[in-house]
């Protein structure tokens, strides 16, 4: 199994399109128009929710 790196769209300071991967390592990312860095983590997958009423509702 293989899994490809989550690539950035924009810039979450600037919102600019001019991102390439940093040299800090995996999920660190560099704009070019703002000169900043920045690194994203995938954290973990969220539990469902439910609709209101449902199950796992609390009281």
Known sequence: MSSARAVPFHCPYCADEDLRPHESGH???E???CN????LKF???LARRTAP???HEQP
């Open 31 to 33: 704009c070019a128009a």
């Open 53 to 55: 009423g449902g199950p």
């Open 43 to 45: 954290l973990g997958l």
């Open 27 to 29: 999920g660190a990312w």
């Open 36 to 39: 900043r860095a920045f690194q």
